[in-house]
Nanobody
Framework: VQLQASGGGLVQAGGSLRLSCAASGFTVDNHRIGWFRQAPGKEREGVSCISSTSGSTYYADSVKGRFTTSRDNNYNTVHLQMNSLKPEDTAVYYC???????????????????????WGKGTLVTVSS
């Protein structure tokens, strides 16, 4: 099982970026996938979650209305569209997967990193003011 996040970069405040998480060794449609981020000197925090099959989503309050996660089953990839970016969004972003087949996003627990089993290397997002 491998996850590879990409798409990070430097953007001005108010701008947009689209992150991608390419998976291999499992099918993203069958597992919930989460995005997490870790800013310098801070703990890792959950950003978003997308459920298996139904594709229902859950977001942290800090990104709700600005970020959207989606799944492309043709490419076995999950995306995170980030709009209206703020300097406080600056962090390394990681995607992670729940090993449980048919796993879904269920409220705040969806954003708990310790519940995820597979992790990719992160991609750095820097938002300048």
């Amino acid at each position: 099982v491998q996850l590879q996040a990409s798409g990070g970069g430097l953007v001005q405040a108010g701008g947009s970026l689209r992150l991608s998480c390419a998976a291999s060794g499992f099918t993203v449609d069958n597992h919930r996938i989460g995005w997490f981020r870790q800013a310098p000197g801070k703990e890792r925090e959950g950003v978003s979650c997308i459920s298996s099959t139904s594709g229902s989503t859950y977001y942290a309050d800090s990104v709700k209305g600005r970020f959207t996660t989606s799944r492309d089953n043709n490419y076995n990839t999950v995306h995170l569209q980030m709009n209206s970016l703020k300097p406080e969004d600056t962090a390394v972003y990681y995607c992670a997967a729940d090993a449980l087949y048919g796993s879904i996003c269920a409220g705040e627990e969806s954003l708990y990193s310790y519940l995820m089993d597979y992790w990719g290397k992160g991609t750095l997002v820097t938002v300048s003011s």
